[in-house]
């Protein structure tokens, strides 16, 4: 049986964020939902901000919700770009990051929304 050790911090983390509009009628697609980010980190970073790779793996359009994977190096960049952004195309925003992990199947199952059924 061979033994895995963790060496060192992970190549990659992983972001569950959401983006929520004052205004609810608002229609986001997946590229829009990419164009959003890289305009947040071109707001926080300039144009250092959007050298950075962010990848959307995973995006449900009606929740407005998506998993985001970005280079250990440039995860606090991002998270601090998202969390202070407050408007898109003079419309109110905020983006919510819900989970962050640097195994992505972590995001897969969270704890505290589990509910167990009572027989």
Not at 5 to 16: C, E, I, M, N, T
Not at 20 to 47: C, N, P, Q, S, W
Request: hydrophobic share 45%; aromatic share 12%.
């Amino acid at each position: 049986m061979k033994r895995i050790v963790s060496k060192g911090p992970a190549d990659y983390f992983y972001l569950k964020v959401s983006l929520e509009f004052t205004e609810d009628d608002i229609e986001v697609d997946v590229l829009l939902f990419k164009a959003i980010i890289v305009k947040a980190l071109l707001t926080m970073y300039g144009e250092t901000g959007t050298a950075m790779t962010v990848d959307v793996l995973k995006y449900n359009e009606d929740r407005k919700e998506a998993i985001l994977r970005v280079h250990h190096s440039g995860f606090s960049k991002l998270w601090s770009a998202l969390t202070l952004f407050g408007y898109y195309s003079q419309k109110q925003c905020a983006f919510r990051v819900h989970q962050v992990s640097s195994c992505l199947m972590a995001l897969a199952f969270n704890s505290r929304q589990h509910m167990v059924p009572v027989h």
